[in-house]
């Protein structure tokens, strides 16, 4: 599957036949620029996307039945229980800006070195100075870190291009819950390409979006007729408010979304 959005004139694919919380969808993105892999700053800012995993593997270890509000109230409140319960192990914000390097220690062993590869620094200084390039490439995929992680990426590979000062961004998703997570990959590649194009002087091209496994779960079909049922209206628009002087010093506080009137929210659970 596939499909293709311009980003001209601040244009942003945000889903119109039902609430996309983007506020939401930009905490989760700018969560995985710290390289944070604890959902304790999340719960800190209200979003709840990641608790599932952590919230399932605490109850299956402890064998207690605790409910997601007061799990998520002890993560906040207690920072030893959340180094315990709420890490997530080594996923996406890790590989993105700490992937790990190993170097020869002497009598055939190796160590890893305190900091690792920041792909993301090195994709923005391969704009600025080789912006031809055919390696601008953000992967997810650590092959030797998968069973350490709650979950294995699923937007896994980004790719950027650049052509007549235009910067346009790649995603291939290897797995893709269209009735609920596309709707935020979609708008955090919207996101991350804008930024970039900041960052490197350039102006925002298109995204292109390719899905491997897209599929639809049983438990979305109440949702996926609902809103196959809505007409799709507007043209909604992301603006950035001021150019910070790295890819790592935004905030939520920079980014509004105008001209946006979806339709009603439409609740559907999350499938862990």
């Excluded at 350490?148 to 290897?174: E, I, N």
């Amino acid at each position: 599957a596939g499909m293709r959005f311009s980003l001209a004139d601040n244009a942003v694919p945000l889903l119109t036949t039902k609430r996309v919380f983007w506020k939401t969808a930009a905490r989760e993105f700018l969560w995985f620029l710290s390289g944070g892999t604890n959902i304790r700053p999340l719960l800190e800012q209200k979003v709840r996307i990641w608790t599932d995993w952590p919230l399932d593997r605490y109850r299956r270890e402890t064998g207690e039945a605790i409910a997601q509000d007061d799990f998520e109230a002890r993560i906040v409140a207690d920072p030893a229980f959340a180094e315990r319960w709420g890490d997530l192990g080594p996923v996406y914000g890790k590989q993105w800006t700490d992937w790990p390097v190993y170097e020869e220690a002497g009598e055939g062993l190796f160590r890893r070195r305190a900091r690792g590869h920041d792909q993301v620094a090195e994709l923005v200084e391969s704009l600025q100075t080789n912006p031809g390039s055919r390696r601008h490439i953000i992967e997810g995929w650590n092959v030797a870190e998968l069973g350490a992680m709650a979950l294995p990426p699923c937007h896994k590979t980004y790719q950027f291009y650049v052509a007549d000062g235009k910067l346009s961004g790649l995603l291939y998703q290897r797995s893709c819950d269209l009735g609920l997570g596309f709707a935020f990959n979609i708008f955090s590649l919207a996101l991350f390409t804008r930024m970039l194009a900041q960052q490197t002087g350039l102006a925002p091209g298109e995204i292109v979006w390719n899905g491997g496994d897209v599929h639809l779960y049983l438990n979305h079909a109440d949702l996926v007729e609902e809103q196959l049922s809505r007409t799709p209206a507007g043209a909604p628009r992301l603006h950035i408010a001021r150019t910070p002087g790295s890819i790592y010093d935004y905030a939520i506080e920079d980014f509004s979304v105008t001209d946006y009137a979806p339709q009603e929210h439409i609740r559907a659970p999350v499938a862990v």
